[in-house]
T-cell receptor
Framework: AQKVTQAQTEISVVEKEDVTLDCVYE???????LFWYKQPPSGELVFLIR??????QNEISGRYSWNFQKSTSSFNFTITASQVVDSAVYFC???????????FGPGTSLSVIP | KAGVTQTPRYLIKTRGQQVTLSCSPI?????VSWYQQTPGQGLQFLFE???????NKGNFPGRFSGRQFSNSRSEMNVSTLELGDSALYLC??????????????FGPGTRLTVL
């Protein structure tokens, strides 16, 4: 069975600090997709990244970076120089194919304090 | 370019009634996905449609159904509402979900309250 664990329920950081959100997944599939989504206080989900299990290269997008490690079944998300606008709930997710049903983690609530 | 729209934004129903929610994707997008979000169960995948075909469905009872029209607009229906169906229902659209750099765009959601 597939499962996504986000052990950090809530995190608070001071603005400009770096923060890493952990994501550990379980799957028996040899190929799969991993995702990160952001849900700000407004409630509207924002898609951040999709990563195919074939591609273990880390990705950087501005202040965001993702570290995918198949050996530890982790797909961690780091925000560099955090800003107040980064305050949100972040969800990690897993699916077998790009359009298969997605299994979400419970989310990590990030508060960035000015 | 207009974003994903969902109607209605808020809805109050009573147990036993049925409800239909609508999602209009971004123009040109053919994939529409639906999600349910509750405090207890978190975010859960409902179903995904592409070119009027349901490609996958989450673990929800048959009371939850959906469809997609030729213009890619999608509706989901919940019959015989239960208190536990109270949730935020989110819809997302993409050109072809999961291909290359394809991005999902989410609507603001429909907040359903079942009394």
């Amino acid at each position: 069975a597939q499962k996504v664990t986000q052990a950090q329920t809530e995190i608070s950081v001071v603005e400009k600090e770096d923060v890493t959100l952990d994501c550990v997944y379980e799957t028996r599939d040899t190929t799969y997709y991993l995702f990160w989504y952001k849900q700000p206080p407004s409630g509207e989900l924002v898609f951040l990244i999709r990563r195919n299990s074939f591609d273990e290269q880390n990705e950087i997008s501005g202040r965001y970076s993702w570290n995918f490690q198949k050996s530890t079944s982790s797909f961690n998300f780091t925000i560099t120089a955090s800003q107040v606008v980064d305050s949100a709930v972040y969800f990690c997710a897993l699916s077998k194919t790009s359009y298969d049903k997605v299994i979400f983690g419970p989310g990590t609530s990030l508060s960035v304090i000015p | 370019k207009a974003g994903v729209t969902q109607t209605p934004r808020y809805l109050i129903k009573t147990r036993g009634q049925q409800v239909t929610l609508s999602c209009s994707p971004i123009s040109g997008h053919r994939s529409v996905s639906w999600y349910q979000q509750t405090p207890g169960q978190g975010l859960q995948f409902l179903f995904e449609y592409f070119s009027e075909t349901q490609r996958n469905k989450g673990n929800f009872p048959g009371r939850f159904s959906g469809r997609q029209f030729s213009n890619s607009r999608s509706e989901m229906n919940v019959s015989t509402l239960e208190l536990g169906d109270s949730a935020l229902y989110l819809c997302a659209s993409s050109l072809e979900r999961g291909q290359g750099t394809d991005t999902q765009y989410f609507g603001p959601g429909t907040r359903l309250t079942v009394l």
